[in-house]
């Protein structure tokens, strides 16, 4: 499941982190922080250091699995694991490594970064680990290293049982949440359909998310023609929420349509089931991000993405999803 899981923080001289990650390549094994003590080779170690809240802009972190990735199929997991980690890269307190382990510390990807390498609000870039296999029962660590002059904290987030996500009900702001507790049939929280998998008999033809992107801005704008999945059948089976996604699942723009409401290009929609109109999308306004209650680090900007998320939901079964490569 797709959302914020909070860290376990450890606190230890720079010299040691730099000995650690210096060596790391796939499949070498990463040192667990419960064990440095031992080692003798930190000058200090702590779960909860003194002057770090656990609650703080960088404590958590923001995670989507997607890729061929399902628990009841015979295809092998190839999967991606997108990371967004809320800290501002500076001068004097940057991310200078991320790496992904399996329960057994042992290294799956890592990445590594200066002060200069950071997205356009100055947070660290998006890290995603692509094409891995990953076990449902299993559970996966992202480690993060923040240099902090001399010493370095140390980030650990746990991943127990990764599936993939869904825009469920605890992932999104509030006045969307309740909107996106259940659908009408079998009441299934934010599942999303995909040419793999569907828990309906409704095919690919009039369940999938299609988007056109007929702008993009070096400001970060971006305007889709999002195409509507079918018709209005009735009050509670209809074309609702268009939504464009960053890599974690950050609202970068969206619209939502009343039953039997025209789409903003105009075109009527009521008593088909048929392919009927598309919607235009563009990126959140700044009635739309108060009205949300968005936080700087919750909204998503297309320039810092190497590929959006196009979602469409019909309320009554499905909730479709197609990803759109920038890069």
Not at 39 to 57: F, H, N, Q, R, Y
Not at 65 to 70: K, P
Request: charged share 20%.
């Amino acid at each position: 499941m797709n959302g914020k899981i909070k860290s376990k923080i450890y606190k230890m001289d720079r010299r040691f982190m730099l000995k650690a990650t210096g060596l790391l390549s796939v499949g070498s094994q990463f040192v667990n922080p419960s064990s440095l003590m031992a080692m003798g080779e930190c000058e200090m170690v702590s779960d909860i250091p003194t002057d770090v809240k656990a609650l703080a802009p960088g404590s958590s972190l923001q995670y989507w699995v997607d890729g061929i990735h399902f628990q009841s199929s015979t295809l092998k997991s190839r999967a991606n694991i997108s990371c967004f980690l809320d800290v501002k890269q500076k001068i004097d307190e940057f991310v200078e490594s991320v790496v992904l382990t399996d329960s057994s510390n042992k290294v799956i990807g890592a990445y590594y970064y200066d002060a200069s390498t950071k997205m356009s609000t100055e947070h660290v870039p998006f890290v995603i680990f692509e094409n891995i296999e990953l076990d449902h029962l299993q559970s996966y660590r992202v480690f993060y290293v923040v240099k902090k002059g001399t010493e370095s904290l140390l980030y650990l987030h746990e991943i127990a049982n990764p599936a993939r996500s869904s825009m469920n009900s605890h992932f999104l702001p509030e006045i969307i949440r309740q909107d996106f507790v259940q659908f009408v049939y079998e009441k299934t929280p934010g599942l999303l359909t995909n040419p793999f998998q569907f828990y309906t008999h409704n095919g690919i033809n009039t369940h999938s998310a299609k988007g056109h992107i007929l702008d993009i801005g070096s400001d970060g704008s971006i305007k889709v023609d999002m195409e509507l999945m079918h018709g209005d059948a009735h009050k509670n089976h209809y074309m609702r929420y268009f939504m464009i996604l960053d890599p974690v699942g950050r609202i970068v723009g969206y619209v939502k349509r009343d039953w039997n409401e025209t789409t903003n290009k105009g075109t009527a929609l009521t008593g088909s089931k048929g392919k009927a109109g598309s919607m235009i999308v563009e990126q959140l306004t700044p009635a739309q991000i108060t009205q949300l209650g968005l936080t700087e680090s919750q909204i998503g900007n297309v320039n810092d993405a190497t590929f959006l998320r196009f979602a469409t939901e019909d309320i009554f079964d499905a909730l479709a999803m197609s990803v759109y490569r920038l890069a």
